[in-house]
Every structure is written in C-alpha cells, then in structure tokens.
C-alpha cells in the first residue's frame, strides 16, 4: 500500500510526468489505491500522484456537503489525467486551505475564482469543466502538486496560519 508523503520529501518538489493515453490502462490500480488512499483520509477532497509517491500527472478529486465544507456544490468521483488550469477570470479569493501531505497545518491561500480545466479521464477521453469557488481550489490546489508547488508556498501572510483544530475550533466553529 502506498503512504502519504510529507513535506519534505522530494517527490514533492519535482515536476510530475505527462502520462501517456495508451498507458493509462496500465495505471488504472495506482488511480484505484489514489482513491483508496484520499477516502481513507476522510477529510482530503482531493489527492495528486505526488502525493502518494509517484511523480505523474494524475489527481482525483471528490467534493461531498460536509460541515467542514458546507454550502460547497459537491463534485463526484473524478479523475483528471494530464490537468490543465486556464483561468476564466482575473478575480482570486482567499480561502483556507490544508493538505495532506502539511497535516499540521492551514493557511489562506489566494485562488482564481472561475477556471477552465482540461484533462482525461481513466477511460482516456477528453473532458474540459469551468469550476468556480471551492471547486477551482481544489483543482488548483492539486494541480499545483504537480507542479512541485505546496499550498503553504502560495500563503501570502504567514500570520494566517493555523492548526487543523484551531481551524475546526475558530473558524468553522465545530466543536468536536
């Protein structure tokens, strides 16, 4: 089984390969434990190939209405091969954001509001989705691990950051 990798460990900081539509096929019991792995945590809403080691270009995402992100437009089960993020819009807002490879910690991220993303899917077809809101900080967020980029190194104040617990405890204002 593979685990989640932390920072700093190098996986992290490299560049992902562009994956192949003929060896995607081959990939598809690394995308199944990708899946495995992110509902397991059951907090994470997303996970890239980086993450878990592998230094391709593959991410899934899955957004579900929980208290933690409520009034969000759930996204289902997807898997973006290849991902490509043009913005739709010069417009950012900040937002908090975690990772699963930081555990620790979360910060205020700016993101681009709309976003057009291109990608294939597991079945090697073509798909391209405009997001907005959390949606597109999702996106961005794993795109960036492709990039060798973590969402703590886009942090514009440092002041913003802030434990997961403090985060539930005075943010979110769930009390556990």
Do not use: W
């Amino acid at each position: 089984m593979l685990e989640i990798k932390t920072i700093g460990d190098e996986v992290l900081k490299q560049k992902a390969k562009k994956v192949a539509k003929k060896d995607i096929a081959s990939r598809m019991d690394f995308i199944n434990e990708m899946k495995e792995i992110m509902h397991k945590n059951g907090k994470a809403v997303g996970i890239a190939a980086p993450q878990v080691g592998i230094s391709e270009q593959i991410i899934v995402i899955e957004i579900k209405d929980t208290p933690t992100y409520l009034n969000t437009k759930p996204l289902p089960l997807t898997i973006m091969i290849n991902p490509r993020v043009t913005p739709l819009t010069k417009e950012k807002a900040d937002g908090y954001e975690g990772c699963s490879s930081a555990i620790a910690i979360m910060g205020i991220v700016p993101r681009y509001k709309k976003i057009l993303v291109e990608y294939i899917d597991e079945k090697g077809k073509n798909h391209k989705l405009e997001l907005e809101d959390f949606q597109a900080r999702v996106v961005q967020h794993e795109v960036d691990h492709l990039k060798g980029i973590m969402f703590f190194e886009r942090v514009k104040d440092t002041k913003t950051f802030i434990t997961r617990e403090n985060h539930r405890k005075y943010v979110l204002k769930i009390e556990e």
